[in-house]
């Protein structure tokens, strides 16, 4: 199933009536002039997104996605440049500006013991999500899916984007 969001026209928000803790953001970077933001709400990944310039009546506007893992989350990393998530350009010249990123998060596979690094120093997790950035919208696949545990620092191959 993939889930397709709209900053054109719309703002999405969700309520609830339980108590919420304060959120802890992971890393905050921007692609296609769009900001993305990688966040725990009670425990569960969200990734918060704005566009940076406007589209539609409404602006701006702030949306965000509950993403297919718990806490804690970022995104995989260039293996040489650690403070720049990693992105993949299916096409060379893409008319569509598409950037596949990929976020690692939730907890670790009990039956290995967990690596960490900096971005995840309790421990990486063993769930991945693909999101695509396009130029106004971002799509994030669902569901997520589980691997060997990864941190964000274990880079990824292109095969992992494409999947």
């Keep these: 199933m993939t889930f397709i969001v709209s900053c054109r026209n719309e703002q999405l928000s969700e309520t609830t009536s339980e108590t919420l803790q304060p959120s802890e953001v992971y890393v905050t ?3 296609n002039d769009m900001e993305l933001t990688l ?6 990944c969200v990734l918060a997104y704005k566009p940076k310039r406007q589209y539609g ?5 702030q949306n965000t996605v509950h993403l297919d893992m718990e806490a804690p989350c970022n995104f995989i990393r260039v293996s040489n440049v650690l403070d720049e998530p990693r992105t993949y350009s299916p096409i060379k010249n ?3 500006k598409r950037k596949i990123m990929l976020i690692v998060g939730g907890s670790p596979d009990p039956e ?10 309790n421990g990486c997790g063993s769930w991945m999500q693909k999101i ?3 130029e106004h ?3 994030v696949d669902f569901p997520a899916f589980s691997g060997p545990n990864r941190c964000p620092t274990s880079g ?3 095969v992992e984007f494409a999947t």
């Design 156 to 158: 990824a191959d292109e």
């Design 132 to 134: 695509t950035v396009f």
């Design 57 to 61: 009546p409404q602006g701006f506007g």
């Design 39 to 44: 966040r725990n709400e009670n425990g569960r």
């Design 112 to 121: 290995f013991p967990p690596p960490s690094d900096r971005f995840m120093p």
């Design 94 to 96: 893409d008319p569509f």
């Design 29 to 31: 970077t921007i692609v």
């Design 137 to 139: 919208i971002v799509r």
